[in-house]
C-alpha cells in the first residue's frame, strides 16, 4: 500500500503539468 500510495501523487503531480501546457492557464489552475 505504501507502494501505490508513493506512486499515486509522483504520477499525478507529471499529469498535470503536460495537461497544464496545452489548457489554458485560466482552465489548468481551475481545475487543479
Do not use: H, K
Not at 3 to 26: E, G, I, M, T
Amino acid at each position: 500500500e505504501q507502494n501505490l500510495a508513493a506512486q499515486l501523487p509522483r504520477r499525478s503531480a507529471p499529469r498535470d503539468r503536460p495537461r497544464a501546457v496545452p489548457l489554458p492557464d485560466p482552465i489548468a489552475g481551475g481545475v487543479i
